[in-house]
């Protein structure tokens, strides 16, 4: 069964810790994103990745890194300098990163800082 | 830049048709997309539009207009399980990234 897989779905951290998402998936896509979702409003990308050991910024990258050393894996590192890290995170993948194909979504992970 | 507008909540009954618009401003234009997110899920695939005209996919439909900078997705047929958030996207053509409007909140009453 092809798809995308996030962990943890909960995740609960004291403010100052840095955590790391997990982000996998075997459809053999090329382009993989991560996006924030905050409550009642829309998907705002955070990093984006086209290829393998290459990712770009996206409109809210700061306070956020990431890695993609693998093809199936983008993990999304939430430093202690993100000023406001709660939210829904959403990883995706699409046959490449020309924009044209859908969008595949993770089940998301849901963090809590406190 | 790209900025989308789209109405935030829609509530209609069960087998009434929802029209949801959404309007524009991109920086150059590659299409227009929309997804289907339910309450706490994953959002899904629902249709896109790179070219002027309507695409049908069984009870939803999709509208594109460039020169208007709009578009809008169509709910025939209404069913409870149509209640759900629905987002419009658009990919300018000066990167690959794609930009989501906030959102419309779709309610259906039986």
């Known amino acids: 069964d092809g798809g995308i897989t996030q962990s943890p779905k909960y995740l609960f951290r004291k403010e100052g810790q840095n955590v790391t998402l997990s982000c996998e998936q075997n459809?053999?896509?090329?382009?993989m994103y991560w996006y924030r979702q905050d409550p009642g409003q829309g998907l705002r990308l955070i990093y984006y990745?086209?290829?393998?050991?290459?990712?770009q910024k996206g409109d809210i990258a700061e306070g956020y890194s990431v890695s993609r050393e693998k093809k199936e894996s983008f993990p999304l590192t939430v430093t202690s300098a993100q000023k406001n890290p709660t939210a829904f995170y959403l990883c995706?993948?699409?046959?490449?990163?020309?924009?044209?194909?859908?969008?595949?979504f993770g089940p998301g992970t849901r963090l809590t800082v406190t | 830049g790209q900025s989308l507008e789209q109405p935030s909540e829609v509530t209609a009954v069960e087998g009434a048709i929802v029209q949801i618009n959404c309007t524009y401003q991109?920086?150059?234009?590659?299409?227009l997309s929309w997804y289907q997110q339910h309450d706490g899920g994953a959002p899904t695939f629902l249709s896109y539009?790179?070219?002027?005209g309507l695409e049908e996919t069984g009870r939803f439909s999709s509208f594109l207009s460039r020169s208007d900078s709009y578009g809008y997705l169509l709910l025939q047929e209404l069913q409870m399980k149509d209640s759900a958030s629905y987002f419009c996207?658009?990919?300018?053509?000066?990167?690959?990234?794609?930009?989501f409007g906030a959102g419309t909140t779709v309610t259906v009453r039986a």
């Open positions: 995706a993948s699409s046959i490449d990163g020309t924009g044209i194909y859908e969008q595949y």
């Open positions: 990745s086209q290829i393998v050991n290459d990712f």
């Open positions: 996207a658009v990919r300018g053509s000066n990167d690959y990234k794609l930009s």
């Open positions: 539009n790179a070219l002027d």
């Open positions: 991109t920086s150059g234009f590659y299409g």
């Open positions: 459809l053999n896509h090329d382009a």
